[in-house]
T-cell receptor, first 112, second 116 residues
């Protein structure tokens, strides 16, 4: 069953505005969360991660927020740039998991 | 530092054949994982290796197998190929993945397999 869900298959945003991507998880054992970006015909590229002991992590234009009680995380990209157009995957893992569980991905299109 | 490399990048096979894919992790990385990406199923975990030992296996049939060598390089093999095996196969490596924790994984470009 799908333990990590990205319910929005696509997102369109104007250049310079904020992109907000959402992700929900069902497994309460997950304690490490990551976001990856993927261009066609390439492997996923690691963007940012957060452990369950934090509720926010920032890296340049990318910020990830974690709400453990709601089992929800989000990725904010500010400001959005044309090069951000890609598929974004949310992933999670737990202790002794030795794997990442991925969401289905959200395709982001940044309009000029 | 060189990234994760995968060979070959593209492969065409026919049903019933077998295929072997290769992955070289980032230097110093000892954990290697394999994932299958298809349009309908997204990224699905196949297996993970650390120090030549398989520590976790996904929900795939026994036709899918893998191994890791002492230099951390890994191979995966799919026997008796089916049309549904057509996918992008991704390899990822991480530094240690020990102490019950899988650290951040870095992905290779993938091998695109087409089964006719």
């Amino acid at each position: 069953d799908q333990q990590v869900k990205q319910n929005s298959p696509s997102l369109s945003v104007q250049e310079g505005r904020i992109s907000i991507l959402n992700c929900d998880y069902t497994n309460s054992m997950f304690d490490y969360f990551l976001w990856y970006k993927k261009y066609p015909a390439e492997g996923p590229t690691f963007l940012i991660s957060i452990s369950s002991i934090k509720d926010k992590n920032e890296d340049g234009r990318f910020t990830v927020f974690l709400n453990k009680s709601a089992k929800h995380l989000s990725l904010h990209i500010v400001p959005s740039q044309p090069g951000d157009s890609a598929v974004y995957f949310c992933a999670a893992s737990g202790p002794n998991d030795y794997k990442l569980s991925f969401g289905a991905g959200t395709t982001v299109t940044v309009r000029a | 530092k060189a990234g994760v490399t995968q060979t070959p990048r593209y492969l065409i096979k026919t049903r019933g054949q077998q295929v072997t894919l290769s992955c070289s992790p980032i230097s110093g990385h000892r954990s290697v994982s394999w994932y299958q990406q298809t349009p309908g199923q997204g990224l699905q975990f196949l297996f993970e290796y650390f120090s030549e030992t398989q520590r976790n296996k996904g929900n795939f049939p026994g036709r899918f197998s893998g191994r890791q060598f002492s230099n951390s390089r890994s191979e995966m093999n799919v026997s008796t190929l089916e049309l549904g095996d057509s996918a992008l196969y991704l390899c990822a490596s991480s530094v240690r993945g020990g102490q019950g924790r899988l650290e951040t994984q870095y992905f290779g470009p993938g091998t695109r397999l087409l089964v006719l």
